[in-house]
């Protein structure tokens, strides 16, 4: 039978509950990267807006990403081997809207590239991050998909994007 410490049960009775709303309102005071995250399903490439990305080992290079459950592009993607992080730059508060939209082909118009690992790299981005999917799973109301770095690069790009309390800011 496993016990619980003492600090745990001292926390664990004296802690408040914590609503959804109370925790979004303190998470905005903390900003977060915006990427576009790419994958090519078949024969067509498939993304979404990713503002859940983090470092998780710079030994091995694994990055993590967290993807809403509602989101209608991820079970398309789900089941992809590789996915490209693209971070987007100051200017890209549109490709970030357009990402984040459901059901539009969210490609149209836009002059790509492939990654070396065959995914859309979008035009204009910060940096690209290549990556070999290692484990999906579910936590909480998203899921999170743990992936091993195989390329990466930046570009010209002067900025980048976070988002922080409800809104996009470009950052130098």
């Not at 081997?81 to 730059?89: K, M, Q, Y």
């Amino acid at each position: 039978m496993g016990t619980t410490s003492p600090a745990r049960r001292h926390a664990d009775m004296e802690a408040p509950p914590v609503s959804s709303g109370m925790l979004r309102n303190v998470l905005r005071e903390v900003p977060t990267a915006v990427t576009v995250v790419t994958a090519t399903t078949g024969d067509r490439p498939a993304g979404l807006t990713v503002g859940s990305f983090v470092s998780v080992s710079l030994d091995p290079p694994l990055i993590g990403i967290f993807v809403d459950e509602k989101s209608s592009s991820w079970p398309e993607m789900r089941n992809s081997a590789t996915f490209t992080v693209n971070v987007l730059s100051g200017d890209q508060q549109e490709l970030c809207a357009r990402f984040a939209a459901s059901g539009r082909d969210k490609f149209a118009g836009l002059p790509l590239q492939k990654s070396p690992l065959g995914n859309p790299l979008l035009p204009g981005i910060a940096a690209w991050l290549d990556c070999r999917v290692v484990e999906v799973r579910k936590l909480g109301d998203h899921h999170f998909a743990l992936a091993r770095v195989a390329g990466l690069g930046t570009t010209a790009a002067t900025t980048s994007i976070v988002f922080h309390r409800g809104t996009l800011h470009a950052i130098p």
